[in-house]
């Protein structure tokens, strides 16, 4: 499979993956809504889990198929995305010792998402 073919079809498949959470999740907060607190409404509310398993295997094929330039280039920003997030997430915890509000975790996949993003555009600058 040609590269081009490879990304086109990594796109289409992690779409399909992301729109298939944005739906679950939504339906999981609509009917979880006026449900008693139980394990039902548990497992309704971690249903939006299983499309991120998806994405999860997605982005794992997609690796699968990249040259090993590109996978030691991708993996390098995640890394560093890990890092940053993992420091700031230290520092954080700290803050709020010192009074600062407490986060919620759904900040930290937004905080690495954000910074391997970052990354890979600060890559695609310096190499222009």
């Given at each position: 499979?040609?590269e081009?073919e490879?990304?086109?079809?990594?796109?289409l498949?992690?779409?399909v993956?992301m729109?298939?959470?944005?739906?679950?999740?939504?339906?999981?907060?609509?009917?979880a809504?006026?449900?008693?607190?139980?394990w039902?409404?548990?497992?309704?509310l971690?249903t939006p889990?299983?499309?991120v398993?998806?994405a999860?295997?997605v982005?794992?094929r997609?690796?699968?198929?990249?040259d090993?330039f590109l996978r030691?280039?991708?993996?390098e920003?995640?890394?560093v995305?890990?890092?940053?997030t993992?420091g700031?997430?230290?520092?954080?915890?700290?803050?709020?010792?010192?009074?600062f509000?407490k986060?919620?975790?759904?900040?930290?996949w937004?905080v690495?998402?954000?910074v391997?993003?970052?990354?890979?555009?600060l890559r695609w600058?310096?190499?222009?």
């Amino acid at each position: 499979m040609k590269e081009r073919e490879a990304n086109q079809r990594y796109r289409l498949e992690l779409g399909v993956s992301m729109l298939l959470y944005l739906g679950v999740l939504a339906g999981s907060i609509y009917l979880a809504k006026p449900m008693d607190a139980g394990w039902q409404r548990t497992l309704l509310l971690i249903t939006p889990v299983l499309p991120v398993f998806l994405a999860v295997w997605v982005i794992a094929r997609q690796f699968q198929r990249m040259d090993e330039f590109l996978r030691m280039r991708s993996l390098e920003g995640l890394a560093v995305a890990a890092a940053v997030t993992a420091g700031l997430s230290l520092t954080y915890g700290f803050l709020e010792s010192a009074g600062f509000p407490k986060l919620s975790m759904f900040w930290v996949w937004g905080v690495m998402g954000f910074v391997w993003g970052a990354h890979a555009c600060l890559r695609w600058l310096i190499s222009r």
